[in-house]
């Protein structure tokens, strides 16, 4: 059975990081792509970052360049999402996601590009 679990979600103020992980049970994950997403009240959910665990390769909304990290710690199975200059635009509910690897670049950042998916975990940027 595939478990996806997020943690890390907290209140920051602006300017301020956190660091959000997603533990990942039931599957090898050098065989799949790990995406974020985030969904802010009263917003579809939108695509934040991706990884390609056997090669490396990354993805990035234009929103979050320059201040988001995605990242895998193969051995304890876990990818993290290093949030650092946080905006009051970044609050939303995370969630973490599985695919496996073979889908194209337009949908790396897609929500019904993926089969399995995490409860979420709320991140708060509010002075």
């Known amino acids: 059975q595939v478990q996806l679990v997020e943690s890390g979600g907290g209140l920051v103020q602006p300017g301020g990081s956190l660091r959000l992980s997603c533990a990942v049970s039931?599957?090898?994950?050098?065989?799949?792509?790990i995406g974020w997403f985030r969904q802010a009240p009263g917003k579809g959910r939108e695509g934040v970052s991706y990884?390609?665990?056997?090669?490396?390769?990354?993805d990035y909304a234009d929103s979050v360049k320059g201040r988001f990290t995605i990242s895998s710690d193969n051995a304890k199975n876990t990818v993290h999402l290093q949030m650092n200059s946080l905006k009051p635009e970044d609050t939303a509910v995370y969630y973490c996601?599985?695919?496996?690897?073979?889908?194209?670049?337009?949908?790396?950042?897609?929500?019904?590009?993926?089969?399995?998916w995490g409860q979420g975990t709320q991140v708060t940027v509010s002075a």
């Open positions: 039931g599957l090898r994950l050098d065989f799949y792509a």
């Open positions: 990884i390609s665990i056997i090669d490396g390769e990354t």
């Open positions: 996601a599985a695919v496996g690897i073979h889908i194209s670049s337009p949908l790396r950042l897609v929500p019904e590009s993926y089969d399995y």
